[in-house]
Structures are given as structure tokens and as C-alpha cells.
């Protein structure tokens, strides 16, 4: 069964500051997704990554895949506080089943 | 158009009373799921059915029970209700098929409250 994991668990970060938060996964997984939640709304998508060495970009978060380690990364560059919510990692099992990681809650203060 | 929508959005009860959940979804997709996420935000499967049938069923006790009338509906009735059951539960749709990678579209949730 695929397990997931994300850290950290909760990240605070001044504004202009770059960080990355990591994904770990355990198994085989199709691909690998990116998604976004604010507080009381549901999840937003915001990367997929289909093979090894991909790497995609929207604005200020930039996202990137390696299949022979099992990790996926989200880079943060020059943070502003419009990016605090939480950050979910999700790998695919058995072709359908989407396992989400625990989740990143971040925090970008000034 | 909301392309995945659930009802209600909010959901309190007593214990003991039996509800459910409406999910549809207008894109087409040929898979859906249920999702519980815990007070902690942790998200977890419980739930997938593809074009009708039940194709994953978690460790879930079966006072759940999902049911599909079609491929654009999936509903979650809920039996017996308990204060653990207090979650915010969330439906997705994704289209699920060999060499298309669709992302999973996600409800606004609904947040269950047992007292």
C-alpha cells in the first residue's frame, strides 16, 4: 500500500524567503499531485506530475518529481502572504486510489 | 457551473440519526470518491466507485454505505451516527483511464458535527 508523507507538518516563513517542502513516497506511484486548501474551503489542484525528472511552475511555487528517490518537492520562492494555506502531496495507487500525504500548513507572516 | 457539488455544506445531528451526504458531478468523469478529513486535516480515502461499481471499500465501518445511481452521483448514508463520525467529508471526481491523467476535483465539503 502506498504511504505518503510531507514535511514539515507545519511551516511558518517571513515574506521573501524561499522554502521547500518535501514529499515522500513509498511505493510506486502513476503520478503525483500538488494541492492547495485554505481554511474551511475544499482542495484546490495545482500540480500534476506524470514522470520522472518533471518539473512544473505557476508563479511563486514551482514543483518537481524524481521517481527513483520517491520524492516530490514544492519550492516557495519569495514568499507573500497570499500562499499561507495548507499544501497537500497525493500519490496514485492501484491506477485510482489518491493517498494524500499529511499535509503542510503554511504560514507567511510579514 | 460548480463542477463537483455536495450537500449540505454544513450537517448537525444528534447521535444516532441516520444521514447522508449528496454528491454530483457534471464533467463527465467515469470515477468518484468520498474523503474524510479529521480535525487534524488529515485526508483519507474511503470510498471510489468507477462507472457505478464499488471499486475500493477502506476500513470503514459498514454504518457507512456509499451508493451511485448513476456515474454522475454518488451518495453517502450514514447509519447510526457517533461523535467520531464529526469530520468534514469531501467528494471528488477524476477521470480514471490509461493514458489520461486527470487530477481529482474535489466538493466544497460538508462539515458533519455529532453531539
Known amino acids: 500500500e502506498l504511504k505518503v508523507e510531507q514535511n514539515p507538518l507545519f511551516l511558518s516563513m517571513q515574506e521573501g524567503k524561499n522554502y521547500t517542502i518535501y514529499c515522500n513516497y513509498s511505493?510506486?506511484?502513476?503520478?503525483l499531485y500538488w494541492y492547495r486548501q485554505d481554511p474551511g474551503k475544499s482542495l484546490e489542484s495545482l500540480f500534476v506530475l506524470l514522470s520522472n525528472g518533471a518539473v512544473k511552475q505557476e508563479g511563486r511555487l514551482m514543483a518537481s518529481l524524481d521517481t527513483k528517490a520517491r520524492l516530490s518537492t514544492l519550492h516557495i520562492t519569495a514568499a507573500v502572504h497570499d500562499l499561507s494555506a495548507t499544501y497537500f502531496c497525493a500519490g496514485v495507487y492501484n491506477t485510482d486510489k489518491l493517498i494524500f500525504g499529511t499535509g503542510t500548513r503554511l504560514q507567511v507572516f510579514p | 457551473d460548480t463542477a463537483v457539488s455536495q450537500t449540505p455544506k454544513y450537517l448537525v445531528t444528534q447521535m444516532g440519526n441516520d444521514k447522508s451526504i449528496k454528491c454530483e458531478q457534471n464533467l463527465g468523469h467515469d470515477t468518484m470518491y468520498w474523503y474524510k478529513q479529521d480535525s487534524k486535516k488529515f485526508l483519507k480515502i474511503m470510498f471510489s466507485y468507477n462507472n457505478k461499481e464499488l471499486i475500493i471499500n477502506e476500513t470503514v465501518p459498514n454504518r457507512f454505505s456509499p451508493k451511485s445511481p448513476d456515474k454522475a452521483h454518488l451518495n453517502l448514508h450514514i447509519n447510526s451516527l457517533e461523535l467520531g463520525d464529526s469530520a468534514v467529508y469531501f467528494c471528488?471526481?477524476?477521470?480514471?483511464?490509461?493514458?489520461?491523467?486527470?487530477?481529482?476535483?474535489f466538493g466544497q465539503g460538508t462539515r458533519l458535527t455529532v453531539v
Open positions: 511505493t510506486t506511484s502513476d503520478r
Open positions: 471528488a471526481s477524476s477521470q480514471v483511464w490509461r493514458g489520461v491523467d486527470t487530477e481529482a476535483f
